[in-house]
C-alpha cells in the first residue's frame, strides 16, 4: 500500500471513530486541547506526523490502541522505546539483522535472530 493510501486510512479512521461517538470536530478540540483544523487535517491525510502527545490525546480519546496508533504513524511507540533505552544491547541485536529480507521472515524466525545476535553481542 503506498503511503498516500496508508495516510488516508489513518485518518478515514480516526474520523469514522469521530463519527461513531457521535463527537464534532470542535467538541473531540475542546476536550483533547487539540485543535479542529489540526484534528481535520489528520483525518485527510494532511498532517502525518503528529507529536507523541497527540497521539497519546487521541488513542485515549478515541479509545483506541496506543501502541498501534503510534506504529500506523511510523512510530516507535511510548513503551517499546522505553525498553530499547533500558536494554540497549536489544537495540544493537535488531540492528545487527543486515538482510533487509530478514524483516519478512515470521516473526518467531526474527525473533530467533534477534536472539542469536543478543548472545553474539
Do not use: W
Request: aromatic content about 6%; proline content about 3%; hydrophobic content about 35%.
Amino acid at each position: 500500500m503506498n503511503q498516500v493510501l496508508k495516510r488516508e486510512k489513518k485518518g478515514t479512521q480516526l474520523r469514522k471513530a469521530r463519527i461513531e461517538m457521535g463527537y464534532t470536530l470542535e467538541q473531540v478540540a475542546q476536550v483533547t486541547g487539540i485543535t479542529s483544523n489540526y484534528i481535520s487535517m489528520l483525518e485527510r491525510g494532511q498532517q502525518t506526523n503528529p507529536s507523541d502527545d497527540i497521539i497519546i490525546k487521541l488513542a485515549h480519546f478515541f479509545e483506541l490502541d496506543e501502541s498501534e496508533l503510534f506504529i500506523s504513524y511510523g512510530k516507535i511507540p511510548l513503551d517499546a522505546r522505553c525498553i530499547l533505552l533500558d536494554y540497549p544491547e536489544l537495540t544493537k541485536a535488531i540492528g545487527s539483522i543486515k538482510n533487509i529480507e530478514g524483516y519478512k521472515l515470521p516473526v518467531d524466525q526474527l525473533l530467533n535472530k534477534i536472539s542469536l545476535g543478543l548472545k553474539r553481542g
